[in-house]
């Protein structure tokens, strides 16, 4: 099992940064690709970024790219997005998820966090 906290939410204004966390406890972090996901209400879940086990690979939904980076401390065993430039649209509650190897399918990850809510006002 693989337990997964996010934290790092809020309200920010259209145009701000937010830095959302999630720390990893249970089996070996470093052997876990990491994603992150996004829901808002009455949306499916959506993908917004992936990391690959060692760091070394990244992958960003087309909406978030340039704006957002992924990134990990397997020392810490903590997975990070760092959220620049917020738009409106990007208010949703937010998901860190676990997987044996990277996915942008939201059912190929075991392992999920209880989300952290981030609000962007305009």
């Known amino acids: 099992q693989v337990q997964l906290v996010e934290s790092g939410g809020g309200l920010v204004q259209a145009g701000g940064s937010l830095r959302l966390s999630c720390a990893a406890s249970g089996r070996t972090f470093s052997n876990y690709a990491m994603g992150w996901f996004r829901q808002a209400p009455g949306i499916e879940r959506e993908f917004v970024a992936e990391?690959?086990?060692?760091?070394?690979?990244?992958k960003y939904a087309d909406s978030v790219k340039g704006r957002f980076t992924i990134s990990r401390d397997n020392a810490k065993n903590t997975v990070y997005l760092q959220m620049n430039s917020l738009r409106s649209e990007d208010t949703a509650a937010y998901y860190c998820a676990a997987n044996r190897v990277t996915s942008v399918i939201s059912r190929a990850y075991n392992y999920w966090g209880q989300g952290t809510q981030v609000t962007v006002s305009s």
């Open positions: 990391i690959n086990s060692n760091g070394g690979t990244t």
